[in-house]
T-cell receptor, first 112, second 112 residues
Framework: NAGVTQTPKFQVLKTGQSMTLQCAQD?????MYWYRQDPGMGLRLIYY???????DKGEVPNGYNVSRLNKREFSLRLESAAPSQTSVYFC???????????FGSGTRLTVV | GQQVMQIPQYQHVQEGEDFTTYCNSS?????IQWYKQRPGGHPVFLIQ?????EVKKQKRLTFQFGEAKKNSSLHITATQTTDVGTYFC????????????FGTGTSLTVIP
């Protein structure tokens, strides 16, 4: 009964390095999302995938790319990390439409 | 930009006191969801409101959706230390691109 699993939990990158954040859900959800959380800013949507095979930009997509690998997995890639991307990243999934979201435990990323 | 505003940003209460957080949207929403995030944790779905003027209760928590579907509130009666955390509203509707926009959250501290 894992729900939404994110890896890694913590990561420190140097400016300019790249990395991929992994997310997998085992609830047979159709939609998946990537959010970032910064102090005082709430949760801001980076990218989402309404269904397998589709991806769309959210509020703050610049500097990120995503891949919906299959129905279970949705990855977020930082091609050239910047200090402004220091944040806590949450993956979430839902059945779709206006269904409630299930969040993963988050990845705390620091870019130095 | 941010389409859902939430106040207050912080609230400290003595255990046993009541607590209310308010969520306001600049546009009419199709529905609104509420989430709770414990310190160091991830957001957890609490409830969804869909109908104009809808009121729902979960034990000591009362959720309300405004008549105009542009605002919502969460009221906790007789707070307990287990209520500590940040409460987020998330508004969704056709004006939000059929995605949820999260409020900035209200951080609740309960003083024993």
């Amino acid at each position: 009964n894992a729900g939404v699993t994110q890896t890694p939990k913590f990561q420190v990158l140097k400016t300019g390095q790249s990395m991929t954040l992994q997310c997998a859900q085992d609830m047979n959800h159709n939609s998946m999302y990537w959010y970032r959380q910064d102090p005082g800013m709430g949760l801001r949507l980076i990218y989402y995938s309404a269904s397998e095979g589709t991806t769309d930009k959210g509020e703050v997509p610049n500097g990120y790319n995503v891949s919906r690998l299959n129905k279970r997995e949705f990855s977020l890639r930082l091609e050239s990390a910047a200090p402004s991307q220091t944040s806590v990243y949450f993956c979430a999934s839902s059945l779709g439409g206006w269904d409630g979201y299930t969040f993963g435990s988050g990845t705390r990323l620091t870019v130095v | 930009g941010q389409q859902v505003m939430q106040i207050p940003q912080y609230q400290h209460v003595q255990e046993g006191e009541d607590f209310t957080t308010y969520c306001n949207s600049s546009t009419t929403l199709s529905n609104i969801q509420w989430y709770k995030q414990r310190p160091g944790g991830h957001p957890v779905f609490l409830i969804q409101l869909v109908k104009s003027g809808e009121v729902k209760k979960q034990k000591r928590l009362t959720f309300q959706f405004g008549e105009a579907k542009k605002n919502s509130s969460l009221h906790i009666t007789a707070t307990q230390t287990t209520d500590v955390g940040t409460y987020f509203c998330a508004g969704g509707g056709t004006n939000t691109g059929n995605q949820f926009y999260f409020g900035t959250g209200t951080s609740l501290t309960v003083i024993p």
